[in-house]
């Protein structure tokens, strides 16, 4: 069995390289990629409350993540009284959140691996890691099959959705919760930095050319797996041995050269 210690990363590693780009790819069509980004660095508060309390980290992670995104919604230009600059408010709670997650670990007096945290460590991987990213990408599936029109429609035109009786804040808030579920999932794998990467490229690359939202998931969700287990399996080589989660997020960076080139050639043929 010590020879198989990799079997449980690697897993891990495809799960979360299939699950987050299509989360990404389903954000990028509503416009909401930032979620992601918001998300990821909103998370820290509550992990450090829940291993201060000795809750499930991923749960404390899931409800801050989701408290950063309903207060940036809150004062962002889709609400009453909101800030005139909807940037602004997301890099100010994400800011916030984030410092305020640092300043909880001396406070609380706990010990958090703040690199772990931001970069992953998927050799590190334990079953529930792996059980948290099915459950998130279950999540995922299950959202699309009971609301992928809606989500097409709101995507495609957002106003109109709306005008159409679309309970469009219901539909934003479950993709919310599904992304803050998300990201902490990949936390292991890739870390909650990194995760944007892996949300952000493969949908890129899966976008154009695509006649459905569906395709487009499904190419990305090719690209990421690729990404990722392709990153791990590089990452354990002797003559590399490097961390696999920003190996990822730098093979992540490589493919925007590509995506362009194929955006680039579909442009072409399409004059």
């Not at 989360?23 to 990821?40: E, M, W």
């Not at 207060?71 to 100010?92: C, I, K, Y």
């Not at 499904?218 to 690209?223: E, I, P, T």
Request: hydrophobic letters at 60%; aromatic letters at 6%.
């Amino acid at each position: 069995m010590e020879r198989l210690w990799w079997l449980l990363p690697l897993a891990l590693a495809l799960v979360v390289g299939a699950l987050c780009p299509m989360a990404g790819t389903l954000l990028l069509v509503q416009r909401r990629l930032f979620l992601a980004n918001l998300v990821s660095h909103a998370v820290l508060p509550g992990l450090a409350l829940a291993l201060a309390l000795r809750w499930d980290p991923g749960l404390g992670g899931v409800l801050s993540g989701l408290a950063g995104a309903l207060l940036a919604e809150r004062f962002s230009r889709g609400e009453r009284q909101a800030l005139p600059g909807d940037d602004a408010v997301l890099n100010t709670v994400l800011a916030g959140f984030l410092g305020l997650g640092v300043l909880l670990i001396p406070l609380l007096g706990i010990r958090v691996n703040l690199e772990a945290v931001l970069f992953g460590d998927l050799l590190a991987a334990a079953p529930p890691d792996l059980l948290r990213s099915l459950l998130a990408l279950g999540a995922l599936l299950l959202l699309l099959r009971l609301r992928y029109r809606h989500y097409v429609y709101l995507g495609v035109d957002p106003l109109g959705a709306a005008s159409a009786g679309l309970p469009v804040r219901r539909l934003r808030l479950l993709l919310t919760l599904v992304t803050a579920f998300t990201v902490v999932s990949a936390m292991v794998a890739v870390g909650v930095v990194l995760v944007i990467g892996l949300m952000g490229a493969p949908a890129l690359f899966g976008l154009p050319g695509a006649s459905s939202l569906r395709q487009a998931m499904r190419r990305a969700a090719v690209a990421g797996l690729l990404l990722s287990g392709g990153g791990f399996v590089l990452a354990l080589q002797p003559a590399v041995n490097l961390p696999p989660g920003p190996l990822i997020g730098v093979l992540c960076m490589a493919l925007l050269p590509l995506a362009a080139w194929r955006q680039r050639r579909l442009a072409l043929a399409g004059g």
